[in-house]
């Protein structure tokens, strides 16, 4: 049977054990909400842009660099605790899940209190730390002080979020994120036109988003696990150095994703000036879209992959996770293929004429994209299995090398070699290290990594060629026809996939048979 298959809710041992999501209807809900989120995102960054400024805006993109720096910890934390609670629920021990989720809860807790007091006194040294107009200097640091207290209403919320993970709900997971942004750039809109605009309003909103998804996540834990307590009296030290045993090589292997993806801003910032990272942190935002998205579509098989894992079955686990990078690649070929191929006519016209010159840098920042977020499923198989040392520590080494090699290239290149860094290391990590390291502790085929990863970039080649002609045709000079142009580039695109996802149905009708 079909591990997506949903099951009839029973009664086990007092616990309610509620139906599995599927993922299918993950999928179509999380496209429907991410896409959504993306538009409002694209759509309300001129409009901070022109009410911050370019100088601003770049200290936003620093700042929530350094919180980024901060959360690593407990983003590993998090990720280890919805690894070891599907664990727990799928083989019924209630008793231990219990422990999982109050253990990740209380013991995120002690760690935000112990280091609340330091994260505050870097607020003393704000402006040595990044360089911005003096006038700015006292809203930096008020947007710094209200971005700590909601990076800890986002840190509890993260461990709530675990249940959605389990019951492979990601459809809830989607909707909260999506409430968080409406809610925040709606406040965003209100305060600004209201109150005015500063880094200090945008700082409120950014905390009553945080807030929310805190409030959120709690009301679905209470409905998806209702059987499932957090409390100080499940707190157990044993558990939490399980969890800090995993999650600390995850630590690793965060820092060094940062050093790779959260360094380019800081770096811009330090060598080139506010202005160069205030642009950067705007043409970066397709970038970082298109990272969200392929972390959502990678998203959609981990629940899965997790639960396969638990139950022993290696054979399906290993072709689950194929299947999972062929399509992660194939859809990142659809949007980078595109996104390239329109690159020029996307900054003109949604950020203006002034950020024409930067179109080499964007299509760097994005090509290498298909194959950098192609491989993103193999992580998740990695953290299922807890063999996380190896690639947590290859990736940070990987990552000092990237945060030197920018330094060097910005110096010579400016933007451009902060890009050409980042394209050079990821693809060196992604086309090399992980589908070695990935096949051998999975027991698959080396080449059959390659081959999905070939896949997708000779589809991204393909779509780009199709991108590129009919900008030529239709010659594009209004955001309305640029969307049109887009729309029938991304149609041409899905029918040349659309064999591809026929053969995908069928297989899936072939293993629930």
């Known amino acids: 049977m079909d591990i997506n298959t949903i099951q009839s809710a029973k ?4 616990i309610l054990v509620a139906p599995r999501g599927k993922t299918g209807w993950n999928a179509v809900f999380r496209f ?5 989120s993306i538009l409002l995102n694209l759509v309300a960054t001129p409009y901070i842009i022109r009410n911050l400024g370019v100088e601003s805006y770049g200290v936003v993109g620093v700042i929530n660099t350094m919180i980024s720096f901060m959360a690593i910890a407990t983003t590993s934390l998090i990720a280890t605790v919805g690894r070891n609670l599907t664990f727990a629920v799928e083989q019924q021990e209630y008793e231990k899940a219990n422990k999982e989720i109050s253990t990740a809860v209380y013991g995120l807790l002690r760690l935000f209190a112990i280091s609340f007091l330091p994260l505050l006194a870097l607020s003393i040294f704000i402006e040595k730390l990044i360089i911005m107009p003096p006038e700015v200097v006292v809203d930096a640091r008020i947007l710094y002080l209200l971005a700590v207290v ?13 249940a959605m993970f389990v019951r492979n709900r990601l459809d809830l997971f989607s909707g909260t994120s999506l409430a968080r942004t409406v809610f925040f750039l709606a406040l965003i ?3 600004f036109s209201t109150v005015g605009a500063n880094l200090t309003t945008y700082a409120i909103a950014l905390l009553a988003g945080s807030i929310l998804i805190c409030f959120l996540h709690l009301r679905i834990h209470r409905h998806l696990l209702p059987g499932i307590e957090i409390s100080m009296q499940w707190f157990d030290r044993s558990i939490l150095r399980e969890i800090i045993a995993l999650g600390g090589w995850m630590t690793v292997a965060q820092i060094g994703g940062l050093l790779f993806l959260q360094t380019d801003l800081l770096v811009a910032n330090r060598v080139l000036g506010a202005t160069a990272a205030g642009q950067l942190a705007a043409i970066s935002v397709i970038s970082l879209q298109l990272r969200s998205l392929a972390s959502l579509v990678s998203g959609l098989f981990a629940p899965n992959q997790a639960a396969l894992w638990a139950r022993g079955d290696q054979p399906a686990f290993s072709r689950y996770l194929l299947r999972s990078i062929r399509i992660t690649t194939l859809f990142m070929a659809l949007l980078v293929g595109i996104f390239c191929g329109s690159a020029e006519e996307i900054l003109s016209l949604w950020l203006g004429q002034e950020f024409v010159s930067l179109t080499p840098v964007a299509l760097l920042l994005t090509s290498y994209l298909v194959i950098s977020l192609g491989i993103l499923p193999s992580w998740n198989a990695a953290l299922a299995i ?3 040392k190896v690639p947590a520590v290859v990736t940070l080494f ?8 920018s330094i060097i290239l910005a110096n010579k290149m400016g933007l451009m070699g902060i890009a050409l860094s980042g394209c050079i290391m990821l693809t060196l990590r992604n086309t090399l290290f992980t589908p070695w390291y990935i096949s051998r502790v999975c027991n698959i085929s080396f080449w059959a990594f390659w081959r999905e990863l070939g896949y997708g970039t000779v589809y991204s080649v393909v779509f780009y060629l199709i991108s590129i002609t009919m900008n030529r045709l239709i010659v594009p000079d ?3 026809q640029l969307a049109g142009s887009l ?7 899905l029918l040349l996939l659309f064999p591809i996802a026929l053969r995908e149905l069928r297989q899936r009708s072939q293993i629930r048979s």
């Open 189 to 191: 809109v209100v305060l």
């Open 150 to 162: 909601a990076f800890g209403f986002t840190t509890i919320s993260g461990p709530l979020g675990a």
């Open 398 to 405: 990987l990552g000092v090398v990237n945060v030197l090699l």
């Open 487 to 493: 729309t029938l580039s991304g149609a041409i695109c």
């Open 32 to 36: 429907g909400a991410q896409f959504v």
């Open 478 to 480: 209004s955001l309305f």
């Open 11 to 14: 009664q086990t041992d007092g």
């Open 386 to 388: 807890g063999r996380v």
